[in-house]
């Protein structure tokens, strides 16, 4: 294969365009949770989407792997990065606002960090990042502000369940490295499958989907999870853990905060304060410093 070459520029346009997309995830959950029940919702959540991505893949002229140390890989990511975190954030988004998810949920650089100093080693921990780390979480508490964490504490289960989940999707940062060299299209297709494999049969047995009235704006949240939060935006995690490695990617979950708030103020009229702004020129720097790395890798092609 040749390689092509990527800028820094491409690459932060699309950490920006995961971090809207997984963003907007929250609130899809927030929605579809009202008149779908966590595991029917996330069963049918990467069902659509895998089946949208192997369409894809096919009309492409391309071909799934079919050796069993891919699929095995393909599982592992499967239950790291959806069956476990994307179940547990929507059972917990039952009772947890979809704010209060994003906030618990941009603790991934961090994890992503420490598993990676403590264990894996995989790649460069330098001062900058560590800065990184820090500046992320400076400007995360200054966004949200004190008042955004008076419920902190009230549902504490579902609230450590999102922590939980957030560690989760450290760990699949991590072991997404294994599938460097393949069409990012393919761990994203392949775990998607897996992932429906195993919460489609827990859907029949445990909600029986069939007997179930969802809302318009329920099923219409579904599709916008599945094409636009999980399809679209698997295909750009996995390019982005091999161009700015695993640590960067997870940089994202920082960003949503601000994009979220950047929502609230255009279409629902909210207003920042002084100490919102400065959290955001925290995050930008936190972003920067953890993402962008010596030299970019080069692009199979």
């Not at 820090?134 to 922590?163: E, M, P, R, Y």
Request: positive net charge.
């Amino acid at each position: 294969m040749t390689e092509r070459t990527t800028t820094m520029r491409t690459e932060l346009a699309l950490l920006l365009a995961l971090a809207t997309l997984w963003g907007a995830s929250y609130s899809f959950i927030k929605i579809g949770v009202e008149t779908i029940p966590p595991v029917t919702l996330i069963a049918a959540r990467t069902l659509i989407a895998g089946t949208l991505l192997l369409a894809v893949i096919r009309w492409r002229g391309l071909a799934m792997p079919r050796d069993f140390a891919t699929w095995r890989n393909f599982l592992i990511q499967a239950a790291l990065n959806s069956v476990l975190p994307f179940t547990l954030i929507a059972w917990a988004e039952r009772s947890v606002d979809a704010g209060m998810a994003v906030i618990l949920n941009a603790t991934t650089p961090i994890f992503a960090f420490l598993l990676t100093a403590l264990l894996t080693r995989h790649e460069a921990l330098t001062a900058r990042k560590a800065v990184g780390v820090a500046a992320g979480i400076v400007g995360t508490g200054l966004v949200i502000g004190v008042q955004a964490l008076d419920g902190a504490g009230q549902d504490v289960v579902a609230q450590l369940a999102i922590v939980v989940a957030t560690l989760c999707y450290a760990g699949a940062a991590i072991f997404g490295r294994v599938f460097k060299g393949l069409d990012p299209m393919m761990p994203a297709a392949g775990s998607l499958v897996c992932g429906a494999a195993i919460l489609t049969p827990l859907s029949l047995l445990v909600d029986a989907p069939w007997t179930l009235a969802p809302s318009a704006e329920s099923v219409a949240a579904l599709l916008g999870l599945s094409v636009f939060s999980t399809a679209l935006a698997f295909v750009l995690y996995f390019r982005l853990v091999y161009t700015i490695g695993s640590v960067g990617t997870t940089a994202q979950a920082y960003l949503r905060v601000p994009i979220g708030v950047a929502i609230g103020v255009v279409f629902l009229g909210e207003t920042l304060s002084p100490t919102a702004w400065a959290g955001f020129a925290c995050v930008i720097v936190g972003v920067a410093a953890m993402t962008i790395p010596a030299k970019l890798k080069p692009l199979a092609a």
